[in-house]
């Protein structure tokens, strides 16, 4: 599922484990778009690095959903 707009501090559910994780920060990098993420409630823990990806309706996570589905982003 894709959304119009990553931004920072929506939250995004990983699709194998169900843990939610917010947007910390967006960057470019290259030819891409680069999002970082840190799970939500550990912030001791290392931040995940992902390349997003553009769909015809927005951009996209691969592997996350938005953990706020019912909202416009």
């Given at each position: 599922?894709?959304v119009?707009k990553?931004?920072?501090g929506?939250?995004?559910k990983?699709?194998?484990?169900?843990?939610?994780y917010?947007?910390?920060r967006?960057?470019?990098?290259?030819?891409?778009?680069?999002?970082?993420?840190?799970k939500?409630?550990?912030?001791?823990q290392?931040q995940?690095r992902?390349?997003?990806?553009?769909a015809a309706?927005?951009?996209?996570i691969?592997?996350?959903?938005?953990?706020?589905?019912?909202e416009?982003?």
């Amino acid at each position: 599922m894709s959304v119009s707009k990553i931004q920072i501090g929506q939250l995004w559910k990983k699709d194998s484990t169900g843990d939610i994780y917010l947007v910390t920060r967006l960057y470019s990098e290259a030819l891409n778009t680069m999002v970082i993420l840190r799970k939500s409630g550990a912030e001791d823990q290392a931040q995940i690095r992902v390349r997003i990806e553009r769909a015809a309706g927005g951009q996209n996570i691969p592997g996350f959903s938005p953990a706020q589905e019912d909202e416009k982003f």
